[in-house]
């Protein structure tokens, strides 16, 4: 059973849905809900570069995707936290945009988040989407659901939301999503689907890496990944340029969706793609001093997340990789097997790879790669991701390329800001920017 909620902030939510209401109201702007297990920030971003080459756009930032968030970014300012004098701002900045004419933004795309059953009837509630994206439906939040399928008639309960002409646009390569779709009928709403399967409307095969360079004599430096969108018989290369990721391919998928629902063109939809990128720390592609490449997946870490970003550093070409891999947490008893595991597979890369172990537990994988005889110069161990972010920098060399990765509380971002060509640009590329974690200082886990 859920908690009951305190009652100052249920008189806070209520506050925030009235004067989100007014504000809606008065200015009646298009809406795209987005919701999924995982995914959703990503298609939210995805959506937002697509449009943002037409429309005023707003997104909601941080985590707010939920009965305060949302409002919040309707109004457009943050949250007051535990200040009094900061929650008058919100409502004074509120009144202001409901009494005086603004230039409010003509679509606003909206990460939805369900922890709770019910989470997504209340949002759809006062917030009128005419476009649902469905990202993924998976096992996440399963303590107040209890199982799969109650998470997914939650995620369903966006689509079922959308009025006449609604647009859903829903990942068919997720088998419970493909089975609501056929089970539930609406006949209504207009359904674009997209994914990997040929099912699928919006369709991307042959991911490839984009390199700089290619075939005309110059170096080749990676640039991001790549695929073939199908549409109607019409096919054309997308270019995601500092993207890696493969489930970035979804999120520029989602995008696609949501530009030929506006009404945009296949190769107006591309351009705009070339500059979505992820979220900071997720497998994203930052240039490095001295002409090194780094792929900043500093965000968290785990064993199946380390070994998939391994290969990936695998699979693209480069003079030399580098593995900078910091502790795994919360592992518990599978935390010397997590790690060693990582280190195997570090050895499925070719020979003259380098591998800096840091943390305590990272040196679960040191000792692994030394039971096959890696050479020293090809093993550094450290305790902590600043000692590490020096010594990178002093070996640090032309076509280099870098992985960082580490779980949140080993502050990898620390090694990546050490390395990256443009410092300055930290806060915009990098995870945990704001002002608290970057005066906080690092303390070992």
């Known amino acids: 059973m859920a908690p009951v909620k ?17 504000i809606l109201k008065k200015y009646n702007p298009r809406i795209i809900g987005i919701t999924g297990s995982v995914g959703k920030t990503s298609a939210k971003d995805a959506v937002y570069t697509v449009l943002a080459a037409r429309f005023r756009v707003r997104k909601n930032e941080k985590n707010y995707n939920n ?9 457009g300012v943050e949250g007051g936290e535990s200040s009094l004098w900061k929650w008058a701002g919100v409502f004074a900045k509120a009144a202001g945009v409901i ?8 679509v606003l795309v909206l990460e939805m988040g369900a922890d709770r059953p019910g989470d997504i009837k209340y949002l759809t509630s006062f917030i009128k989407c005419e476009l649902a994206i469905i990202t993924d439906i998976s096992g996440s939040h399963l303590e107040f659901f209890g199982s799969i399928d109650k998470v997914a008639e939650e995620k369903w309960t966006l689509v079922e939301s959308l009025g006449e002409n609604g647009t859903a646009i829903v990942n068919i390569d997720n088998a419970r999503i493909a089975k609501l779709r056929s089970l539930k009928k609406h006949e209504k709403i207009n359904f674009l689907t997209f994914g990997f399967s040929d099912m699928a409307d919006i369709r991307a095969d042959d991911i490839f890496y984009n390199y700089t360079g290619e075939g005309n004599g110059e170096e080749k430096e990676i640039k991001g990944i790549g695929f073939k969108l199908s549409w109607k018989g019409t096919n054309l290369p997308v270019r995601l340029n500092g993207v890696l990721a493969r489930h970035g391919v979804y999120a520029a998928l989602s995008g696609v969706g949501v530009g030929l629902a506006f009404k945009f063109n296949l190769v107006e939809i591309a351009g705009a793609l070339e500059n979505f990128s992820m979220s900071p720390g997720r497998l994203n592609l930052i240039p490095g001093v001295r002409g090194s490449m780094l792929i900043d997946d500093t965000y968290n870490s785990s064993p199946v997340s380390a070994e998939a970003a391994l290969e990936v550093l695998k699979n693209i070409k480069a003079e030399r990789r580098i593995a900078v891999l910091g502790d795994m947490l919360e592992l518990g008893t599978d935390t010397e097997a997590g790690h060693r595991a ?34 020293p110069e090809q093993l550094f161990v450290f305790d902590d991701p600043m000692s590490a972010g020096k010594k990178l920098k002093e070996i640090i060399q032309k076509g280099d390329l870098v992985l960082v990765k580490g779980s949140q509380g080993m502050r990898m971002e620390k090694v990546v800001e050490e390395v990256m060509e443009q410092p300055e640009k930290a806060v915009a590329y990098l995870c945990r920017q704001n002002k608290t974690w970057r005066e906080k200082p690092w303390r070992a886990v």
Not at 67 to 75: C, D, K, N, V
Not at 99 to 106: A, G, K, L, T
Not at 350 to 369: D, H, T
Request: net charge positive; charged share 30%.
């Open 99 to 106: 009494i005086f004419p603004v230039e409010y933004p003509e």
């Open 342 to 375: 990582v280190a195997r597979k570090f050895l499925e890369i070719k020979k003259g790879n380098i591998f800096f172990a840091v943390g305590p537990r990272m040196k679960f994988a040191a000792e692994e790669l030394q039971k096959y005889n890696i050479s």
């Open 67 to 75: 009965e305060i968030g949302l409002p919040l970014t309707i109004i």
């Open 6 to 22: 305190p009652k100052k902030l249920r008189i806070l939510e209520r506050l925030l849905r009235f004067l989100a209401v007014l």
